[in-house]
């Protein structure tokens, strides 16, 4: 089936202001990732779900940041009261298998660059 | 906490030239282990994997990368670059046991010349 899509792809957005950004996992998929990546650095864990339960949020920089899964497919990643800091391209994976283990391989979508002015 | 090093961060390679990108982590017990790339204006696709067994794997488009685990290290080979082959390449390291996500080296960026 189609891969792991994710939206928007670009966003731009004025410091203060809430985004959403929306992560469609691949079909079936148990598990699914939130990764931040700023310029110039790897992909950094922010937080998964297994199925519609958050497992870890520890990655998640502070409590402007949230994430949710409520059927257990499309997740949504949302920022509120954006700051310029929070600029950076925003990856989202997904695993057939159940997180927490070991041999598991999470397949990436696009990504979305957010940029805050 | 467990990190990756990615010891190139730019590499240039005329075509044909041999290829290794080096990676080191530094989680003492089980590991699995990956390479990840991205050509231009595509998304991260996975390369090759070690779960276990034979440490020396196989990925696609030519490319093979050796565990080594006394050496904490799992560098990525390539006998003979293409143009084609340009693009960022990312290692990166899953320890499960509570550390769940993926943890990410920098990334290498590399550049093949014609």
């Known amino acids: 089936g189609a891969g792991v899509s994710q939206s928007p792809r670009y966003k731009v957005t004025k410091r203060g202001q809430d985004v959403a950004l929306r992560c469609d996992p691949i079909?079936?998929?148990?598990?699914l990732y939130w990764y931040r990546q700023a310029l110039g650095q790897g992909p950094e864990f922010l937080t998964y779900?297994?199925?519609?339960?958050?497992?870890?949020k520890s990655g998640l920089p502070n409590d402007r940041f949230s994430a949710e899964r409520p059927e257990g497919s499309i997740s949504t990643l949302t920022i509120q009261r954006t700051e310029q800091r929070d600029s950076a391209m925003y990856r989202c994976?997904?695993?057939?298998?159940?997180?927490?283990?070991?041999?598991?391989?999470?397949?990436f979508g696009p990504g979305t660059r957010l940029l805050v002015l | 906490a467990q990190s990756v090093s990615q010891h190139n961060h730019h590499v240039i390679l005329s075509e044909a030239a041999s290829l290794e990108l080096g990676c080191n982590y530094s989680?003492?017990?089980?590991?699995?282990l990956f390479w990840y790339v991205q050509y231009p204006g595509q998304h991260l696709q996975l390369l090759l994997k070690?779960?276990?067994?034979?440490?020396l794997v196989k990925g696609i488009k030519g490319f093979e990368a050796e565990f080594i685990k006394s050496k904490f290290s799992f560098n990525l080979r390539k006998p003979s670059v293409q143009w084609s082959d340009t693009a960022e390449y990312f290692c990166?390291?899953?320890?499960?046991?509570?550390?769940?996500?993926?943890?990410f080296g920098k990334g290498t960026h590399l550049i093949i010349q014609p």
């Open positions: 994976a997904s695993s057939a298998r159940y997180a927490g283990g070991l041999q598991e391989t999470q397949y």
């Open positions: 079909s079936g998929h148990v598990s």
């Open positions: 779900f297994n199925y519609e339960a958050q497992q870890d």
């Open positions: 989680y003492g017990g089980t590991v699995n």
């Open positions: 070690y779960f276990s067994g034979d440490p």
């Open positions: 990166a390291v899953h320890s499960g046991g509570g550390a769940d996500g993926l943890t």
